[in-house]
Nanobody, 117 residues
Framework: QVQLVESGGGLVQAGGSLRLSCATS?????????MGWYRQAPGKQRELVAT???????NYADSVKGRFTISRDNAKNTVYLQMNSLKPEDTAVYYC??????????WGQGTRVTVSS
């Protein structure tokens, strides 16, 4: 089981930016096949925001393309989600997810993002 700790959420005005961080317990972040960010808004199902593979392939939800960027710092075993041009509809709890090569599926505790209009 990979331990994941998110941080960086908060309250921001529409049009603003936030950077979320997800620190892992993995000896090396490259032991993880896919890392991703998901979000869950009140009353809605959890949805994919962005994923990043060990080969640096990325995938984004259509709703965040061009505004959000997923990246990683291997030296810090940390994955980031840079969120720009935030909209009220981006308000949600954001969760980090890790799928190691050896199998399994780990989630962080979530960090809340609130975008005011």
């Amino acid at each position: 089981q990979v331990q994941l700790v998110e941080s960086g959420g908060g309250l921001v005005q529409a049009g603003g930016s936030l950077r979320l961080s997800c620190a892992t317990s993995a000896t090396s972040i490259v032991s993880i096949n896919v890392m991703g960010w998901y979000r869950q808004a009140p009353g809605k199902q959890r949805e994919l925001v962005a994923t990043l593979t060990s080969g640096s392939g990325t995938n984004y939800a259509d709703s965040v393309k061009g505004r959000f960027t997923i990246s990683r710092d291997n030296a810090k075993n940390t994955v980031y989600l840079q969120m720009n041009s935030l909209k009220p509809e981006d308000t949600a709890v954001y969760y980090c997810n890790a799928i190691p090569f050896r199998g399994g599926n780990s989630w962080g505790q979530g960090t809340r993002v609130t975008v005011s209009s």
